[in-house]
């Protein structure tokens, strides 16, 4: 894979022209390294015409990440606000062993705490047991965490100049789990932490729409501001064959009819039957 980044003719847009609705990946400051709280983050997406975010702040193995217990808690923030939908979620560390986590899939947040959530994110991070760059244990890992029944989103797969991976391997089992795999706009930052990977994000995207994957399209917003930013990788997409109708998160239907068709939410269907009550 190349790491050459081409022009881009990307031009802002508009809240009408938005053409990705839910952005499934979003940070508050309870990552610790997150810089805008829940509400300011869905003020911002409502200012946009965003319909549906995803909170999925880090789990305890990254420095300043949330425990356990700030997941479990989340049932506190409402899933519904002001029309936004705000799915509950995580972006669980993929770790050598989960077991101090009460993790059967080697990631960093409880499976009595991922089964509860609205949406599981998974990726690679620096100095959770994976810096040596070595492909076959990187596979291994992301195969068996993307095996967890309540896994629903891989970030930022194609960071593969720092975590190499078996590219198919990883596809193939996406495919078979129904787990959506992700296009990070913040990957093709040139000031960015996987600056070393820019284009392999779009190319290992290429891939997974070539096997028929699931795939999104997110911002992975640390500030308010950022939310809904899905330029220039939507750009690079299309120009590597992928349209924009290939991502799930054109709208906040397809991602819920997708999540509510892969396992029970509770804390969604909470949320909603509230939300009706109030009404």
């Not at 669980?92 to 609205?118: C, F, H, K, M």
């Amino acid at each position: 894979m190349t790491d050459t980044v081409k022009n881009s003719s990307a031009s802002p847009i508009s809240n009408d022209d938005r053409p990705i609705k839910a952005d499934l990946h979003v940070h508050t400051i309870g990552s610790g390294h997150g810089f805008s709280t829940v509400c300011e983050n869905a003020q911002s997406a409502l200012s946009k015409g965003i319909e549906l975010i995803a909170l999925t702040d880090h789990g305890p193995s990254v420095p300043q990440g949330a425990h356990n217990w700030y997941f479990w808690n989340l049932s506190h923030v409402p899933g519904v606000y002001d029309g936004l939908i705000i799915l509950r979620g995580c972006e669980a560390n993929i770790i050598p062993d989960g077991s101090p986590y009460e993790s059967r899939w080697n990631i960093d947040v409880a499976d009595i705490v991922t089964q509860r959530l609205d949406f599981v994110t998974i990726g690679f991070h620096p100095t959770t047991g994976f810096d040596e760059g070595n492909k076959t244990k990187n596979t291994d890992a992301v195969v068996k965490a993307l095996q967890s029944p309540y896994v629903d989103q891989l970030n930022h797969p194609g960071n593969l100049a720092e975590f190499p991976l078996d590219v198919d391997a990883v596809i193939e089992t996406a495919v078979e789990q129904g787990v959506i795999l992700e296009i990070n706009n913040s990957s093709l930052n040139p000031l960015g932490a996987r600056a070393g990977s820019r284009m392999m994000e779009i190319e290992f995207a290429a891939k997974a729409y070539a096997a028929g994957a699931l795939l999104s399209i997110n911002s992975d917003a640390h500030h308010s501001t950022g939310i809904g930013n899905i330029e220039p990788a939507l750009s690079y997409a299309h120009e590597y064959g992928i349209p924009t109708e290939a991502f799930i998160n054109t709208s906040a239907k397809r991602v819920l009819e997708h999540l509510q068709a892969k396992r029970d939410r509770p804390l969604y269907l909470a949320s909603l039957a509230q939300a009706e009550q109030t009404a």
